[in-house]
């Protein structure tokens, strides 16, 4: 039997998740030209 | 990694609400770690103007101990405790970012050394954990947690093995609690030690990233040594991070024998579930960075980015770190905590060492 997920579970994939894609989608931006250069 | 997660948006709850309801807490964690920027710069700029001879105090320790006098004096209200819970989203953020500054080869090596040290040091911790969670008295369980918290990932580590092992509310509040607490005293112990054993950024960064608990402050204590330390910290903890499914299954399964938690059913899935995916981000960022997908300039921007999320994971650190909570907890399980965590940095001091000698760092 499938053993059920853990809400806590179920949040941190997501927080994972959102995670990733947010990092991905900047590092698109900064690939492509569409945000200026970021400085420190 | 931390007690709270940001709560991903839920069907009853627009998306819009729950952005602004974000918005105070993350203008909370801008402000303070900005001014730990601030402040920095400032003494910088005036120590060079002056001739003075100041040691460099970075802005992780300014935006922690901001964020530290902030959460322990007039507290953080609740308008602002959604945002600050952040801070755990752009700590993976910052990591994954920070894939762009390896080269997936770099990752391979010292990936491989962390692999073989951390397992080394997980057999050695768990069973150190278990003898003095006997001597003490501790209840089995809160051991099997104390011994996960401090050996893989923390406070994530002890969440995701709880419903694994069946372990109760109370247990699971105790261990979080001492590992916080044993979090937050490496965070400033690691780095006055490493500089007095004189490591160099490398061997700091690795053992840093092996012997602190949380990602959190595994992060910080690295960066608070040095920006190369911090990088090679990152690496060893989301090694270590990445194991967190071996462990808490091996756990489940050991507690299943006993009768005293659920049988584990599809054992791939399992681990699937519980394998940290901003690992496949970070791994991913790197595999583009090595293939030549970003220009010179473009990999600063990146690695200017991940500074930036970093920079509001530190202040969230000292924001969300209550010395009156950490004080509540029961003396036995911060005791047993803080005797597995010695015996932890010193073994992996000790494997640092032999790593730095044989392997070649």
Known sequence: MQEPIAPTARRGLSLDIYAVALSLALALLVRFNLIPPVTW | MATTVANPPTQGEGIGMRIVSLLPGLLLLAAVGYAGKFIEQSIAHYTKANHIVFPNIEYVLWAIVIGLVIA????VPRVFE???????FWLKAGIVLLGSRFLLGDILHLGGISLLLVAFAIALSFAFMHLIGRAFGLRPKLTSLLAIGSSICGVSAIIAAKPAIGADDEDASYA?????ALGAISL????????SLHLSDKAYGLWAGLAVDNTAEATAAGALYSDAAGKVAVLAKTTRNALIGFVVLAYALYWASRGEAKAVGNKAAFLWRKFPKFVLGFLLISLLATLGFFTKPQLASLANLSRWAFLLTFAGVGLRTSLRELGKQGWKPFAVGAIGEVFIALVTLGLVYGANRWLHL
């Not at chain 2, 322990?72 to 507290?75: A, E, R």
């Not at chain 2, 979080?176 to 916080?180: D, E, F, G, K, S």
């Open chain 2, 176 to 180: 979080i609690a001492a590992i916080l």
């Open chain 2, 72 to 75: 322990n004096t007039v507290g």
């Open chain 2, 188 to 195: 400033f112990a690691f780095p006055l030690l490493g500089h």
């Open chain 2, 82 to 88: 959604a945002g600050v819970a952040t801070y755990e």
